[in-house]
């Protein structure tokens, strides 16, 4: 008989990085046939805006969500439940309230984190003693090793699994690369964190040092950044027609972006940033990525091998790791292959279905 997880996770919309792996787990046959899954949706924000906000709306979802999870804790009577937590703020604050909740109807508890920020509230009093409570007796997924410092005050790393994501191969194409003036590539919302404004200060120096290059930005707008906004910023520094914002992109359309490119920038400085699943699609589709030493970053891009890890809000250093690649044709290529390589050794859904099934029956034995 097989043992049944109730996995109480984050599924599209909005689209994120927990939700999209909340989408491969829910999805995945291998994930399904392995125990018998029941699956609750823990999102309550409506889009990206939304996430983080309070309300009456919310308020009264969150009920609901609980009541939810109740009945099928009673109806169900998982062998363990899979919850995906966030680090801090409010949202940490209802997550405590839902792990309290399995706790106290006697159910064995696993927390999946795609965010961090722990250690950055733990000095606070009110916060440090909800924290205790909350790992205790708990084991915890992180997606990379450099992400246990986060949480290392609360939790032994004998009960930490490390499970790096992984996404669907949508297959490989390389036409269009080496173009004669080099592409780049940014893909993420309009966010300052995400390094939006540090992309178009370092693409400035290099056009200000006479090279050519074009630049498109794919993305979603936010509250921060409007699009009129950042048109506006693209012409502060002389870059109209250098640098091209196409919005939102899905499927195809953001396969082909990726395709016609020859470099895959990230300057991202999110606060939540841990292991962002747009490297791996770069990494999939052949191209080398400049991005920071942020969350578990360092983890994806293998310095100088297949790609440049940049210093935080940097556009010098972001420049200067453009700009290597930029003038280098075969550096590029060789690094977009040996990312391509890494993709398929470390970070395929496959992999990805087989590491959280793995950990999933080994917390299962272990508590056995």
Known sequence: MKPTILFVLHLPPPVHGAAMVGKYIHDSSVVNERFDCRYINLATAKDLADIGKVGIRKFVQFISLLRRIRKMVKEARP??????????????????????LLKRMGRRVVVHYHNKGVSTRQGRGFDNFLYKRFFRGLEVILLSEKLYPDVCKYV??????????GI????????????????LLYLSNLQEEKGALVLLDALKLLKDKGLEFACDVVGGETAEISNERFEAEISKRGLDGVVAYHGKKYGKDKDDFFNQSDIFVFPTYYHNEC?????????????????????GIADIIDEGKTGYVVKRKDAVDLAKGLDLLMDNPDLRVEMGR???????????????????????????????
């Open 275 to 295: 292991f962002p699943v747009v490297l791996l699609e770069a990494m999939q589709h052949g191209l080398p990525c400049v991005s920071t030493d942020e969350g």
């Open 168 to 183: 669907p191969d949508v297959g490989f194409c390389g036409s269009g690369r080496n173009n004669v003036i080099p592409r």
């Open 79 to 100: 062998s363990l439940v899979y919850v995906t937590s966030n680090a801090c703020g409010v949202a940490f604050y209802k997550d405590f309230i839902v792990v309290e």
């Open 156 to 165: 032994d790393k004998e009960d930490v699994y490390f499970c790096p994501n």
């Open 338 to 368: 040996q990312g391509r390589l890494k993709y398929e050794r470390c970070f395929t859904y496959g992999r990805f279905e087989r590491r959280i099934t793995g950990i999933l029956s080994d917390i299962l034995k272990k508590r056995d």
